[in-house]
């Protein structure tokens, strides 16, 4: 009996806290600058529906697509699109500073880079429960290395907490159907 | 205990997927040749020039954007190649998944002084999706069925003696081997 109620209160233990590691504990606060080189918080953008990712913009070897598939889930949202705002955050501060984000993201209109400095940066991480890692430079050029990072897509509320987190790979139109899920009124379950 | 293990390793998978930042790079032959997706591919005019416009001949399909820095240095390898590749019979398409379409690529093409590629543009923005391509540069070797054989994930040497191998089995019909796969190119510096 003593073992079975050990047991049982283990599994009331685990699983909450494995739910909350995923979930609630992802508070989205951060303190950044733009592309445009304003100070910005999660407060910036109260009212709107955040979709936010990590990336860098000096990929190496080959680049993800996630904010081509963004820039295409925007496009599916139409003028509902005026509701969200898109952020990208670097997790490469030294060299993405906010003039090279601001060129870099002439390719997407509708998306907001964001950095800081490498405090401000790891802090933002921290609070999404993304990890990142610098690599050592691949040759002689201390400048060139790849930083690993965690792939994934967050949703945050118009006050900014989490509703839900996707994978890097999501198709646009199952992103665009999910934000609407939250656009809709009384429509916030997945 | 197990359990908790199970969950805490799961978790932690989660925050981190290294697998989806890291990949899968170089040659992949397939087991099975698969059918490519239908996208619909359009040249400067704004024409139809979709991969059904080629049916009948061996097909090297780049996926490409001008925001991807190891893309835009694989394309003067491209540029060279293509000469070589019309003789051998095979198309090069070089397909870009630019947002502003062909203006995106004409100022790439001028900054880089490309004199052979053609213009083609991913018109509905998705053939990353389609092509599932979650990374770029990536490029589908495809044959004269108009199945996909092989792609290259990640920046190749496309123009020199170990892709000519490679690319004239892809042009003869000839079955596609690891040893035929051209060097990776990595970014030299940070431009």
């Known amino acids: 009996m003593r073992r079975f109620l050990l047991i049982l209160l283990m599994c009331m233990a685990v699983v909450p806290a494995a739910r909350a590691q995923d979930d609630t504990t992802v508070s989205g606060r951060f303190l950044l600058t733009d592309m445009h080189g304003r100070p910005v918080t999660d407060e910036t953008y109260r009212g709107k529906i955040r979709l936010v990712t990590f990336g860098y913009t000096f990929c190496p070897d080959i680049c993800p697509t996630i904010l081509n598939t963004l820039s295409v889930a925007l496009e599916q949202l139409g003028p509902d699109r005026a509701k969200v705002a898109t952020l990208f955050i670097s997790v490469d501060p030294e060299r993405d500073t906010p003039a090279h984000l601001k060129e870099y993201l002439n390719a997407f209109p509708d998306i907001t880079g964001l950095t800081g400095t490498p405090e401000q940066v790891a802090a933002a991480a921290r609070n999404f429960k993304v990890r990142y890692e610098r690599q050592k430079p691949d040759g002689d050029d201390p400048k060139v290395y790849a930083v690993d990072h965690t792939a994934a897509l967050f949703i945050m509320d118009r006050e900014g907490n989490f509703l839900a987190r996707m994978p890097h790979m999501s198709a646009p139109d199952r992103v665009a159907d999910r934000v609407r899920s939250y656009l809709a009124p009384r429509k916030a379950e997945d | ?191």
């Open chain 2, 1 to 191: 205990m197990k359990r908790r293990a199970f969950i805490l390793s799961a978790a932690a998978l989660a925050a981190f997927p290294a697998a989806a930042a890291k990949g899968q790079r170089g040659l992949i032959i397939h087991d099975q040749p698969r059918p490519v997706a239908a996208i619909d591919i359009r040249d400067a005019e704004s024409r139809a020039a979709g991969l059904d416009t080629l049916k009948g001949k061996p097909v090297l399909l780049n996926l490409w954007a001008s925001w991807c820095m190891p893309c835009v240095a694989e394309l003067p390898a491209l540029d060279r190649l293509k000469p070589a590749l019309d003789a051998k019979g095979v198309v090069l398409v070089a397909l870009s998944l630019d947002r502003s379409g062909k203006v995106a690529v004409a100022n790439t093409f001028a900054r880089l002084g490309i004199k052979n590629l053609d213009i083609r543009t991913d018109e509905n923005r998705v053939a990353a999706e389609k092509l599932d391509a979650p990374a770029l540069p990536v490029t589908l070797l495809i044959d004269r069925e108009g199945r996909e054989i092989a792609r290259f994930i990640g920046a190749a040497e496309w123009d020199g003696p170990p892709a000519a191998r490679l690319l004239d089995a892809l042009a003869a019909g000839n079955p596609l081997t690891p040893d035929m796969a051209p060097p990776p190119v990595r970014m030299g510096a940070a431009p």
